[in-house]
């Protein structure tokens, strides 16, 4: 199993690009997260989808995010317009069950650079 | 905000000796999971305590877990230079339609010096 895959790896954008990033879960999980990870604010949750529908969004920032899954191997998280505060390191994982027991599976994530 | 706190929030220490990690929580938890993160890669799950259990041991870990004190322990003996890593609690809670997803403390970085 190839694990959760994101790409791009590294992405470096001027102020006011739009940024798409991807994630393929694991195989077989039904739960998938998006994560964020900055010094000042630690690693903190986006979004959560379950059978690729959206069921906790709070933790989006703003307006100017947006994360899809239309379909079960396939997520994307979009930021339009991308402010240098959004430099961070978005990871996405994947779960297999329903219960906080069940392990998450967490990609290599994707560092985001906007100058 | 987040719901774990961790400390220290770095710690040095010679390969051999043993790494103690601390995570404290605000709210009621269902179980508590600790995480490791290498440089530049995604975190992996290390071990897991339910709220009814006091301790766990996996391999050189050992998590404690005292939900009086809303605090929880990670235990590396013997360290080894490959321990080097952050390493993060994540908590849940008792809200079973929250779907289990988890708040990460700010994490421990450890060092281990050969």
């Known amino acids: 199993d190839a694990g959760v895959i994101q790409s791009p790896r590294h992405e470096v954008t001027e102020m006011g690009q739009e940024v798409t990033l991807r994630c393929k879960p694991i195989s077989g999980h039904d739960y998938l997260f998006w994560y964020r990870q900055t010094m000042m604010r630690g690693l903190e949750l986006l979004i959560y989808?379950?059978?690729?529908?959206?069921?906790?969004d709070s933790g989006m920032p703003e307006d100017r995010f947006s994360a899809k899954m239309p379909n079960a191997s396939f997520s994307t998280l979009k930021i339009q317009p991308s402010e240098p505060r959004d430099s961070a390191v978005y990871f996405c994982?994947?779960?297999?069950?329903?219960?906080?027991?069940?392990?998450?599976?967490f990609g290599p994530g994707t560092r985001l650079t906007v100058l | 905000s987040q719901q774990g706190e961790e400390d220290p929030q770095a710690l040095s220490i010679q390969e051999g000796e043993n790494a103690t990690m601390n995570c404290s929580y605000k709210?009621?938890?269902?179980?508590l999971q600790w995480y490791r993160q290498n440089s530049g890669r995604g975190l992996v799950h290390l071990i897991l305590?339910?709220?009814?259990?006091r301790e766990k041991h996996s391999g050189r870990l050992r998590v404690t877990l005292d939900t009086s004190k809303k605090s929880s322990s990670l235990l590396i003996t013997a360290s080894r230079a490959a321990d080097t890593a952050s390493y993060f609690c994540a908590t849940d809670g008792r809200d079973y339609n929250q779907g289990g997803k988890l708040i990460f403390g700010q994490g421990t970085e450890l060092s281990v010096k050969p």
């Open positions: 989808f379950n059978n690729n529908v959206p069921i906790d």
């Open positions: 709210t009621s938890i269902n179980n």
């Open positions: 305590i339910r709220s009814n259990e």
């Open positions: 994982a994947s779960r297999g069950g329903r219960q906080s027991t069940d392990t998450q599976y």
